[in-house]
C-alpha cells in the first residue's frame, strides 16, 4: 500500500514539473529579470541511489548562452568642455584619452543633458533624463513625473541588467542620483548603488565633494578617507578611486577569471571644487597667459588639423556678458590665468589616474575584450564660477560676493585644501570651443557636446577611426547590451520596463559611413530649450548660467528660437530662422511634441525657487523638536532646516573635573556651516558665512564640573534670506555669553559635509581646532528645537 501512494505521489509531482515546465518559454525566461528559476533536468527517485543530481550552475553569462562577453569599463568625467582635452583639440594634454582614441572610435557629435544628475540617470537607464524623473538635480525636484528625483522601477539600469547575466559590477566615484531625502542611513537604499544593479560602491553621494577630504561612501555607509593614498603619497580623491577600482578587477579576475567585470568609474574632476595635487597643478604655470580668447583661437586651430571638427566650421564669438581678456586688470589676468593652471591640472590628474585602470586591465590580459568607453563630460565646462572665479563654491550657490584682494592673497594656494575654487566663466566657455554657451546650456552644444571614444580590440577593428554620427547619453546602455548580446528585459523584479529611448552606437563600429539612427532628440534643461532632428537644430535660450533666476517679465513658452542647419554648420554659427521661419516653426511643433512625450512639461525655468526644501519629501516635515545621538552623522538634506529661523541646541553633558574639550554639533566645516564646541574650557559658537565673514560667540566664563545642561539659542531678526541674529549661551539656565550673526547663509551650507554629533569629519568648521575634535566628556545627545 505504502509503495502505490508513493508512486502515485511521485507521478503527480512528475506531472507537475512537466507541466511548469512547458509553462515557461526559453525566449521569456531571458526577458524577465531575475531569470526565472529553470525546471530540474535530472533524475529523482524514491531514493538517492535511483536519482541522478544536478549541480547547481555558477551565474556566468554562459550560463545564459552568452559566450566572450565583454568586460565594460565606462568612465565620466564631470564638467568638461568639448574643446578641453587635448584629443579634441584641446590644451590640457590627456593621454589616457588619446590612447582609447587610438585603438578605438573617436565621436565627435556625440551629446549629454547639460547637467549632472540628468545625463547621470539618462546614461544608468538608456532613457530620456524626464522619462527617468531627472528633468533637472536632485536637489532641485519638483511634483512633477519629469522632475521628481527619482529613477523610476520601470525603469531600469543597465547595470542591473548585466548583474542578472552574471556580470561582477561595481561603481566608483559620483553618485549624483539618490533623492535628498533618501541620502540617511535611515535609507531606504533601493535608489543607492547597489539597489541599481552594482554589487559595491565607493565614491560619494551627491553633486560634488572635497577632493582632500571627500565625504566617503562605502556601499551605504559613510566613512572617512584614509590619510595617504595607497603608494603612501598624500591624499587625492581621484588617485583613491583608481586604487579601489583596481583593486577590485584584480580581485574580481584573480577569484573568477571567467566573470566579465563592469565597472562604472566616475571621478568628481573636474566639477568643483578644483583641487589636485600641486605638482601637477605647477606643471602648467604661464600656460594659460594669453587669456580666454587666445585659447579658443587655439584650440580651434587645433579641432581642424585633428580632423574633430569639419574644415568649414566658424568659430562662435564670445557672449556679450563675458569681458575681453585684454579687458582686464594686470591682477585679475594674473588670478584668473593661475585659476585656469589649476583647473588644467586637476583635469591632466584624473586622465592619469583613469589610465592608471586602463593599465590595471592590460596588465591581468583583460583588455582586448573590455569595452572601454570614455566620455569626457557629463555636460559642458561649468560657468557657475561666475565672472571672477571664485575661491569658494559655496558663495555661488548663496549669492555672496567675493573680494578680488582675497583671490590675490590666495593665488599660490589655489587648488590646495584651504580653497573650495571654481574658475572665472568665459574659462568655461573657452572650454566649450568652438561652440556657444556652457553647461546649463541645453538649448546649444556648449552645454552639451561631449567629446566620448570607444575601445574594444575584440569587437572594435577601425583603430583611430571618426564618427560623425549624432549620439546621445542615453545611447550608452543599448550600446553595451548589444556589445554583450543581452536583449533588453520585458520585466525587472516584476515590474514592466519601459522600452530603453537611445540607440545603439554598434551599428557605427565597421562604417564610418553609416546614415545616423539617432535621427531626433530633444534637449530642456532649466528653461533652455532645443530640438535635433535630421540635421537641423531649433535652440531657445531661456536664462544665462550666471543669472541666479530668470527675469519675471520673460515668458517661457515664447522665447527667441534659433535654426541652425548643423549638417552644414559644425558649431551653430549661423542661425537661419529669419530665413527659415516655416522650417523654425515645425521644428519648434516638434520640441513640444516630443516634451510631451517624454515628461518634459510643464517648462519650468525657476532656479532658486526650484531648490525650496518644501518641494520635495522630508524627513523632518512637520516635526520641531530632533535628538540625535552621539556618533550621528547626517546629511543637510536630512537634517533639520535651521537657516534665517528660531531654534535652540541643547546638549545634557558631564564635564570631568579636569576639564573637556570638543564638538558638539556642527554642519558644514571650512568653506560654511556652524559648530558648537567646548574649548579652553569655554561654550564657542562659530559661524561660517562661506568665508566671506565668520561670526563667533563665547562664553564669559569657564563651564563647570558635573552634570550640565549646555544651550545656544538661536533668535533670528527676520525669517528672511541672509537675516542676522542673536545667539545667547546658557549652562544650566543661566545666560553665560551673546553675540551676533549679522548676516546668514540662505540656502544651503555644504554640498558634501554632514551633521555630526560628538566629534567633526570632513574639515573644521574654524581653524582653531584640528578633526575630529571628539568630545572628551560624556555626551549621549544633542537636540535641535525649531521655534
Known amino acids: 500500500m505504502l509503495q502505490r501512494l508513493l508512486r502515485v505521489a511521485f507521478v503527480g509531482w512528475l506531472t507537475t514539473i512537466l507541466v511548469l515546465q512547458s509553462a515557461v518559454p526559453p525566449a521569456l525566461a531571458q526577458e524577465i529579470l531575475p531569470h526565472p528559476p529553470r525546471p530540474f533536468s535530472g533524475k529523482i527517485g524514491l531514493s538517492y541511489q535511483s536519482s541522478e543530481p544536478v549541480k547547481s550552475q555558477l551565474k556566468l553569462p ?81 511634483g512633477f513625473p519629469g522632475y521628481t528625483g527619482v529613477i523610476p522601477d520601470n525603469a531600469g539600469t543597465f547595470a542591473q541588467i548585466l548583474q542578472a547575466y552574471g556580470y561582477s559590477t561595481a561603481w566608483f566615484g559620483k553618485n549624483h542620483n539618490v533623492p535628498d531625502w533618501e541620502s540617511s542611513m535611515a535609507g531606504p537604499f533601493d535608489r543607492w548603488p547597489q539597489g541599481l544593479g552594482f554589487d559595491y560602491f565607493y565614491g560619494f553621494v551627491g553633486g560634488d565633494t572635497d577632493q582632500f577630504h571627500p565625504a566617503l561612501v562605502e556601499n551605504t555607509t559613510r566613512i572617512e578617507p584614509p590619510e595617504t593614498n595607497a603608494d603612501g603619497t598624500p591624499y587625492h580623491l581621484s588617485t583613491d578611486l583608481a586604487d579601489h577600482a583596481i583593486n577590485y578587477i584584480r580581485q574580481v579576475n584573480a577569484v573568477s577569471p571567467e566573470k566579465p567585470f563592469l565597472v562604472y568609474l566616475a571621478p568628481g574632476a573636474a566639477h568643483a571644487p578644483h583641487q589636485a595635487p600641486r605638482e601637477w597643478i605647477d606643471q602648467f604655470k604661464g600656460q594659460f ?142 572650454m566649450d570651443t568652438p561652440f556657444q554657451w556652457t553647461k546649463q546650456i541645453a538649448s546649444h552644444f556648449g552645454g552639451t557636446r561631449n567629446g566620448m571614444a570607444m575601445a574594444w580590440p575584440a569587437g572594435i577593428k577601425d583603430k583611430g577611426g571618426k564618427r560623425f554620427q549624432f549620439s546621445h547619453v542615453i545611447d550608452i546602455a543599448p550600446t553595451i547590451l548589444e556589445a554583450a548580446g543581452i536583449p533588453q528585459p520585458v520585466q525587472i523584479n516584476g515590474i514592466d520596463q519601459k522600452p530603453i529611448e537611445g540607440t545603439s552606437l554598434a551599428y557605427t563600429f ?51 528660437w534659433e535654426l541652425y542647419h548643423i549638417d552644414e554648420d559644425f558649431s551653430q554659427a549661423v542661425n537661419l530662422a529669419d530665413q527659415m521661419p516655416e522650417k523654425l516653426q515645425d521644428m519648434k511643433t516638434l520640441f513640444f511634441a516630443e516634451a510631451a512625450k517624454y515628461n518634459v512639461l510643464p517648462l519650468d525655468g525657476r532656479k532658486i525657487a526650484r531648490l525650496n526644501v518644501a518641494n520635495r519629501p522630508s524627513l523632518t516635515a512637520g516635526r520641531t523638536h530632533f535628538a540625535y545621538p552621539r556618533g550621528m552623522r547626517l546629511p543637510e538634506g536630512s537634517a533639520p532646516d535651521v537657516k534665517y529661523r528660531n531654534h535652540t541646541i541643547t546638549a545634557n553633558v558631564e564635564i570631568p573635573e579636569q576639564g ?29 558665512l562661506a568665508g566671506v565673514e565668520r561670526y563667533e560667540v563665547e562664553s564669559s566664563t569657564r563651564l563647570p564640573a558635573g552634570k550640565v545642561v549646555l544651550k545656544a539659542d538661536y533668535k533670528t531678526d527676520a525669517v528672511q534670506p541672509y537675516a542676522g541674529a542673536t545667539v545667547t549661551l546658557y549652562a544650566n539656565n543661566k545666560k553665560i555669553g551673546q553675540g551676533r550673526v549679522e548676516k546668514s547663509i540662505p540656502n544651503r551650507f555644504t554640498l558634501d559635509e554632514t551633521l555630526d554629533i560628538g566629534f567633526d569629519t570632513g574639515t573644521p568648521v574654524t581653524e582653531s581646532y584640528e578633526l575630529p575634535f571628539a568630545f572628551t566628556g560624556k555626551l549621549d545627545e544633542v537636540a535641535i528645537d525649531l521655534n
Not at 564638467?79 to 594634454?93: L, Y
Not at 575584450?369 to 571664485?390: H, R, W
Not at 556642527?666 to 569655554?682: I, M, P, Q, W
Open 289 to 430: 597667459d594669453m587669456g580666454w580668447d587666445k585659447y579658443r583661437e587655439e584650440a580651434f586651430a587645433r579641432q581642424k588639423k585633428l580632423g574633430v571638427i569639419p574644415a568649414d566650421a566658424q568659430l562662435t564669438p564670445r557672449p556679450a556678458a563675458l569681458a575681453a581678456w585684454d579687458s582686464l586688470s594686470p591682477e585679475e589676468q594674473r588670478v584668473y590665468a593661475r585659476m585656469m593652471e589649476v583647473f588644467a591640472g586637476f583635469t591632466a590628474h584624473v586622465d592619469h589616474e583613469v589610465g592608471r585602470v586602463v593599465d590595471a586591465i592590460d596588465q591581468i590580459g583583460e583588455l582586448d575584450n573590455t569595452l572601454v568607453i570614455y566620455i569626457a563630460g557629463d555636460n559642458g565646462a561649468s560657468a557657475e564660477g561666475g565672472f571672477n572665479g571664485l575661491l569658494n563654491e559655496m558663495t555661488f550657490f548663496n549669492g555672496l560676493p567675493e573680494k578680488l584682494e582675497d583671490k590675490v592673497a590666495a593665488i599660490d594656494d589655489l587648488g590646495g585644501p584651504l580653497y573650495y575654487n571654481h574658475f572665472p566663466s568665459a574659462w568655461a566657455w573657452a
Open 510 to 560: 565597421a562604417d564610418a559611413k553609416v546614415p545616423t539612427r539617432h535621427t531626433t532628440q530633444y534637449f530642456e534643461m532649466a528653461g533652455n530649450q532645443g530640438i535635433y532632428s535630421d540635421g537641423w537644430m531649433a535652440s531657445a535660450l531661456w536664462s544665462e548660467p550666471w543669472v541666479p533666476e530668470p527675469s519675471a517679465d520673460k515668458d517661457i513658452l515664447n522665447l527667441d
Open 62 to 142: 554562459s550560463t545564459f548562452g552568452i559566450e566572450n562577453a565583454p568586460n565594460v569599463l565606462l568612465v565620466l568625467i564631470d564638467d568638461v568642455g568639448f574643446g578641453q582635452f587635448s584629443s579634441f583639440g584641446g590644451g590640457i594634454p590627456t593621454p589616457t584619452m588619446d590612447r582609447v582614441v587610438k585603438n578605438g572610435l573617436q565621436f565627435t557629435q556625440f551629446h549629454t543633458t547639460a547637467l549632472c544628475s540628468p545625463t547621470r540617470a539618462a546614461l544608468l537607464t538608456g532613457r530620456n533624463h524626464h522619462s527617468v524623473g531627472n528633468g533637472v538635480i536632485t536637489e532641485a525636484g519638483t
Open 660 to 688: 573637556a574639550e570638543g564638538m558638539l554639533i556642527t554642519v558644514g566645516g571650512r568653506f560654511s556651516g556652524y559648530g558648537l564646541f567646548v574649548k579652553d574650557g569655554k561654550l564657542v559658537y562659530h559661524y561660517n
